[in-house]
């Protein structure tokens, strides 16, 4: 059934006739699923139901945040490198990363998708999930002591989660303190990779599958997508070493001699680095244009341009006829 799918939301009709069965059995079939969160659901205002396939991540495991056995966790660890493979991620991340408030320069213009309390501004739901990577670290033995609830779920993806059990209502007020405490406990923000977000996720480098695959490159800068970096000014620096514990690249370290030093490949514009650097050594920078990533309009957009970059044709195809179709009517 999910094979039947697109990113795409559609009618437990449509799918039934692709696969041979009854609409009452199709509704049966997908709600199943969508329960166990396997595939999407989305309800309509005329409460109707709509069925899409779904990312593995971010997605389908976030979904298992109450399931978690050590088995599932260890299998999902050895498939780790083969989810984040260098090709398709560096084309087409699905987060990106966007600066802590505080580090961000005011000198500059800011767009609103590039800062985080602005992103929910335009929202009017709001729901925070567990995070689990952090909860299945713990499950096996390891990870850290930073805050597990800090999945921050917006929009019509609220529903879902609610139904699901995957977190609790929470109102605009209680969503920026949330963010501010991001700062706080050294936690990046990675939104998804959208100018109209319905997520933000906000990760350690110890716990995070996405961060902790990408530290074991030696330029993690080029799997992100992210409009700024740090600049570092070692004649000003204290040599306090209080960077060194708040990068979760390793991008900052301390060179026998020559005082601590900034490796720009590592760096990927979370600013924790420049909220605590206590001599201002640390700011941010915007990042030549060239070396901008294009952020899509919204989440379907993203899914579209990773299907096409990962060789899915049939898929975007049917996306494009799915348009086509709506535009027609």
Excluded at 160 to 180: F, H, M
Excluded at 197 to 223: D, Q
Excluded at 244 to 253: Q, T
Aim: proline fraction near 6%; include cysteine.
């Amino acid at each position: 059934m999910a094979l039947l799918l697109s990113v795409l939301p559609e009618p437990s009709r449509s799918v039934a006739a692709r696969a041979g069965l009854s609409v009452e059995e199709a509704a049966r079939r997908l709600e199943d699923m969508a329960s166990r969160g396997l595939i999407y659901r989305l309800r309509d205002e005329d409460g109707g139901r709509r069925y899409s396939a779904n990312q593995y991540v971010i997605g389908i495991w976030e979904y298992q945040v109450n399931d978690l056995q050590p088995d599932l966790v260890r299998d999902m660890e050895e498939y780790l490198p083969t989810l984040m493979a260098d090709g398709p991620w560096k084309k087409t991340p699905q987060l990106r990363t966007v600066p802590v408030g505080e580090s961000l320069p005011l000198r500059h213009e800011i767009l609103a998708h590039e800062r985080a309390e602005d992103m929910l501004r335009d929202q009017e739901r709001f729901l925070v999930a567990p995070c689990i990577c952090r909860r299945e670290r713990r499950l096996m033995g390891q990870g850290c002591s930073k805050p597990e609830e800090a999945c921050l779920i917006m929009g019509r993806a609220v529903e879902y989660y609610q139904q699901n059990g995957l977190g609790r209502i929470i109102d605009r007020e209680e969503a920026v303190a949330i963010l501010r405490k991001a700062n706080e406990a050294g936690l990046v923000l990675q939104p998804s990779n959208a100018r109209k977000i319905a997520n933000i996720c906000m990760c350690c480098g110890c716990c995070c599958g996405v961060l902790r695959t990408i530290k074991s490159h030696p330029r993690p800068a080029e799997f992100v997508s992210s409009p700024f970096r740090s600049f570092f000014r070692s004649e000003t620096c204290s040599d306090c070493g209080t960077c060194l514990d708040r990068c979760p690249m390793g991008a900052l370290a301390r060179h026998d001699g020559d005082g601590i030093q900034l490796d720009p490949g590592r760096c990927i514009g979370c600013g924790l680095c420049v909220t605590t650097c206590p001599s201002g050594s640390l700011t941010l920078v915007r990042k030549p244009e060239a070396e901008q990533r294009d952020v899509p309009a919204t989440l379907r957009q993203t899914y579209v341009q990773m299907a096409r970059r990962r060789g899915k044709m049939k898929l975007a195809k049917l996306a494009r006829a799915w348009f086509q179709a709506k535009f027609r009517a």
